[in-house]
């Protein structure tokens, strides 16, 4: 069997969705062909609040909600609380952060944190939290410390991958994933990821129409999800620099070719 490796770089484009890439390699002279993301570069800044977000409260049976009017990146918890303690300083509430780093709403009297967007979920650490959340002593407790730049684990699907099945909340969802990044990159800091895990075996002509995407670990591209370059990679919501990807190994196979 015959076998040639053909290694392309790709980047992501698009200012306004840097978390994903449109690609068109070259199709080799046989029927099938592997794919495989050799590795991911970016810059860990990503897009972790915007203004398609939103929190939601029932004060003493009077609803209240919290929209967002700028991006975000790079939040820590004491920077979040203080955000939301502004915002929510003209309706007695307070916003602040317990002793193992996890938020807490304070207010004199009844009240329920009803409805948050993914990304506000996320960042309050109430991602595994049923909604409504009511008060208990005036106190809507968080329960887990926030994920504040994208969720421990990162992946690169696209439109052709190998199956990995993710867990959201209505169950699972089969993703096609080329790369899984775990999350240990700092803000502001490159992100250099290799890969080891998934090779794709596909028909050579789908090679001229790839989509690339990088989405956290709930596959929401977020533009949260920073950028990608391929060897391809993004995420996010939308992450705010381009990515540089090193080359895609993609191995092809004459058919009915010689040992």
Same mark, same amino acid.
């Given at each position: 069997m015959?076998?040639?490796?053909i290694k392309?770089t790709?980047f ?5 969705c840097y978390e ?17 993301i ?15 977000d939103?929190l939601?409260f029932?004060v003493?049976?009077?609803g209240?909600t919290l929209?967002f009017?700028?991006?975000?990146s @790079?939040?820590?918890?004491?920077s979040?609380a ?10 007695d509430i307070d ?6 780093n996890r938020?807490?709403f ?8 009803? @409805?948050?967007?993914y990304?506000v979920?996320?960042?309050? #650490?109430i991602?595994d939290?049923?909604?409504p959340i009511s008060?208990?002593?005036?106190v809507?407790?968080?329960s887990a410390v #926030?994920h504040?730049?994208s ?7 696209g439109?052709?991958?190998g199956?990995?099945?993710?867990k @959201?909340?209505? #169950?699972?969802?089969?993703q ?12 502001n800091?490159p992100?250099?990821?290799n890969?080891g895990e998934?090779k ?5 002509n789908d090679?001229?129409n790839i989509d690339?995407e990088?989405?956290?670990?709930g596959a929401s591209g977020? @533009?949260a999800?920073t950028v ?18 090193d080359p895609i ?5 004459a058919?009915?070719? #010689?040992?």
């Amino acid at each position: 069997m015959n076998e040639s490796i053909i290694k392309f770089t790709e980047f992501s484009r698009n200012p306004n969705c840097y978390e994903q890439i449109h690609s068109n390699l070259r199709i080799p002279f046989t029927q099938y062909s592997t794919l495989m993301i050799d590795s991911l570069t970016t810059y860990a800044c990503f897009e972790v609040l915007n203004a398609d977000d939103y929190l939601t409260f029932n004060v003493s049976g009077t609803g209240l909600t919290l929209t967002f009017d700028e991006s975000y990146s @790079d939040l820590n918890a004491e920077s979040l609380a203080t955000l939301l303690d502004e915002k929510l300083k003209n309706y007695d509430i307070d916003c602040s952060v317990d002793y193992t780093n996890r938020i807490r709403f304070n207010y004199n009297g009844n009240f329920a944190l009803t @409805d948050a967007s993914y990304n506000v979920r996320t960042l309050l #650490g109430i991602y595994d939290q049923s909604l409504p959340i009511s008060s208990v002593g005036g106190v809507v407790q968080c329960s887990a410390v #926030g994920h504040y730049l994208s969720t421990p684990i990162l992946y690169l699907i696209g439109s052709i991958g190998g199956k990995c099945f993710i867990k @959201d909340d209505n #169950g699972y969802k089969n993703q096609r994933v080329l790369m899984r990044i775990n999350n240990s990159f700092s803000a502001n800091f490159p992100v250099i990821a290799n890969n080891g895990e998934f090779k794709v075996y596909t028909l050579s002509n789908d090679l001229s129409n790839i989509d690339f995407e990088l989405v956290d670990a709930g596959a929401s591209g977020k @533009d949260a999800v920073t950028v990608i370059s391929t060897d391809t990679w993004d995420a996010t919501k939308t992450p705010t620099q381009a990515a540089d990807a090193d080359p895609i190994d993609v191995v092809t196979t004459a058919a009915g070719g #010689g040992a």
